[in-house]
């Protein structure tokens, strides 16, 4: 069984072929394989970037980096992301937002908040030393869906189900063990990421009258994730 959802979880969140069915997730306990597709995302992404910048301009690295932290998901991510900003902004009765959340067009919120955040995602990858881009966007990319996956604990998910208890807690610790190995200050990042999930999760959720869609799990891996990486720019920058 969790070989399948892991399979699942690769089919539905990232372009790997895996064999697994990506029709859609059943319920919130394929969400806890999320952290496992961006590692290694994250890590693949990374590690092409470090390689671009052995032979091209800083900016094709960078470039590298972001482009594909973004089309090996499939964008799944970011497309909620931009529609939260759309539905979630929104002045407007709870099912009007989820309406406008499902409604597959982007509006002016979508534009205009993605452009701030795709702006902080690049200028971040290129703050950070190219030779540890694949550990930090690995780091990151896990981190902010362990987060994001967490705060189902609290809040239901529409579809259903809880992610399991005892896969968080071992992925969380393995995050910690895991930036250790890359710098002691990384640790840091790991709490804020569960506290931005977390707050971003409880606005969603009166928002939308109790419960998060998947779109919203989008969402708050995408606040998550540029987060742990202007961090991680951050204390590399200040020396910590």
Do not use: K, N
Request: aromatic residues 12%; hydrophobic residues 60%.
């Amino acid at each position: 069984m969790t070989r399948q959802r892991l399979a699942a979880a690769f089919a539905y969140f990232s372009i790997f072929p895996v064999g697994g069915q990506a029709a859609g997730p059943a319920d919130a306990r394929l969400f806890a394989y999320l952290p496992v597709v961006g590692f290694l995302i994250g890590g693949l992404a990374g590690t092409a970037a470090f390689g671009v910048s052995l032979i091209a301009p800083r900016s094709l690295s960078v470039a590298t980096g972001f482009a594909l932290s973004i089309l090996l998901t499939g964008a799944i991510h970011v497309d909620g992301f931009l529609d939260c900003c759309d539905g979630l902004i929104a002045s407007v009765p709870p099912r009007r937002r989820l309406e406008i959340i499902r409604d597959p067009h982007h509006g002016s919120f979508a534009i205009a908040y993605g452009a701030v955040a795709f702006t902080l995602w690049i200028a971040a990858i290129a703050a950070l030393p190219p030779a540890r881009l694949g550990m930090v966007l690995a780091f990151a990319a896990a981190t902010s869906r362990v987060a994001a996956v967490s705060s189902g604990l609290f809040f239901p998910y529409a579809r259903g189900g809880r992610p399991p208890v005892w896969l968080l807690l071992l992925q969380s610790l393995a995050l910690i063990g895991f930036s250790f190995v890359g710098g002691p200050w990384m640790w840091a990042c790991v709490p804020a990421a569960f506290l931005t999930s977390w707050a971003g999760a409880a606005w969603s959720a009166r928002r939308l009258d109790g419960q998060l869609v998947g779109d919203v799990y989008g969402a708050l891996i995408v606040v998550s994730e540029i987060l742990v990486l202007l961090l991680v720019a951050t204390l590399l920058h200040v020396g910590v």
